[in-house]
């Protein structure tokens, strides 16, 4: 009889194992940036005793830089110290992180004894992202728009790198395109919220990872296929809960058939989500074909309890009146977006606002 351990239990310890580490990691970073803030709470308040404060301030910091790095080591030369202090007049609500440090030590505690904790929520002085995030998001000067990226990074479990992306492409400004300013509120308190299919929708949508901007001149395969290739930048760019369900999707009916470029589903909205990939200028037939298709699909495809299809034509250029005027006044199904294959310049950006 074999004493050899069941792959199901092997299985069963192994997973354990990785959700207890990576728990305790999301701890021990909490820790390390809450230190951070509690840092910096220090020195902004030492540095107010002094009479001359900017002076006293700089001779502070570097006596800290020397005493810390020779006790402690590297990570506290004096432009790390400036960090932490400028993320503590960043972050501070008037309060310490003292009571943050009572709960990270609950955690690491309960850690042991029960692997079933659930994932902390954001609140004041509640750091959940690493200390490069927060390097990146003090550098970000509007405070909703920084509150945005924090809410987003977290919901979303973005690395630095998807976040400086996000930000490179100015998500937050193209959302707040089309929004009122409780709208616009509400993106800095909750972040982008899925709840009907207009929130899905950006104006323009940035492709710049496809690297097409070297092509002087590429086709609608070449765009789709890139799209494939960069599947999970695109999903990114898309936003929250999109899966991928297909490409060149063949619908038939009179003998004919239609093949819909790409097919994804947002699990947030319970619908599908058709898109047509169109090369130079929008076109009304381009609008009634994307039409066809989502009523096939809300007709043949999608279930009882799914919600109404939603239709994305990306094109290079349109015309806001051909799209006003082909499509009914009740408009919530189908949308044109213009999409960029590069990262707009801040000029281009204005531009962009400014025809929206």
Not at 8 to 29: F, G, P, W
Not at 208 to 219: A, I, T, V
Not at 270 to 284: M, N, T
Not at 313 to 331: F, G, H, M, R, W
Request: hydrophobic share 35%; charged share 30%; glycine share 4%.
């Amino acid at each position: 009889m074999s004493n050899l351990p069941s792959k199901e239990l092997l299985q069963n310890i192994s997973d354990l194992l990785e959700n207890a580490r990576k728990k305790v990691a999301v701890a021990v970073n909490q820790a390390m940036v809450l230190t951070y803030f509690e840092i910096g709470r220090m020195i902004v308040e030492d540095e107010q005793k002094g009479e001359n404060r900017a002076e006293y301030g700089k001779a502070l910091l570097k006596d800290l830089a020397v005493h810390l790095t020779k006790k402690f080591g590297k990570g506290f030369s004096e432009t790390n110290l400036k960090q932490m202090r400028s993320f503590y007049l960043s972050y501070s609500t008037g309060q310490t992180a003292s009571d943050e440090f009572k709960k990270i030590g609950q955690t690491l505690s309960a850690e042991s004894e029960n692997l079933k904790l659930e994932t902390p929520k954001t609140s004041d002085n509640n750091f959940n992202l690493s200390w490069s995030h927060y390097l990146k998001l003090m550098r970000i000067k509007d405070l909703n728009e920084r509150k945005f990226y924090e809410i987003e990074s977290f919901k979303n479990n973005w690395s630095l790198r998807e976040l400086q992306r996000q930000y490179d492409s100015a998500l937050y400004s193209r959302l707040a395109l089309s929004k009122n300013k409780e709208e616009i509120l509400r993106l800095a308190e909750k972040g982008q919220v899925f709840e009907k299919p207009k929130d899905v929708i950006k104006d323009p949508y940035i492709l710049e990872f496809l690297g097409l901007q070297e092509k002087p001149n590429y086709s609608e395969s070449d765009l789709e296929n890139g799209l494939i290739d960069k599947l999970e930048h695109f999903l990114l760019e898309l936003g929250t809960g999109f899966t991928f369900v297909a490409r060149q999707n063949r619908i038939t009916f009179d003998e004919k058939h239609f093949k819909i470029d790409l097919v994804f589903y947002n699990r947030i909205l319970k619908c599908f989500v058709l898109i047509d990939l169109k090369i130079g200028e929008l076109k009304h037939q381009d609008i009634g074909q994307m039409q066809m298709y989502v009523n096939y699909y809300d007709r043949e495809v999608r279930l009882e309890d799914e919600n109404k299809t939603i239709g994305i034509i990306l094109c290079q250029d349109k015309s806001e009146a051909l799209v006003k005027y082909t499509l009914p006044e009740d408009n919530e199904q189908i949308f044109a977006s213009k999409y960029l294959t590069i990262l707009p310049t801040q000029e281009d950006f204005i531009k962009i606002l400014e025809e929206n």
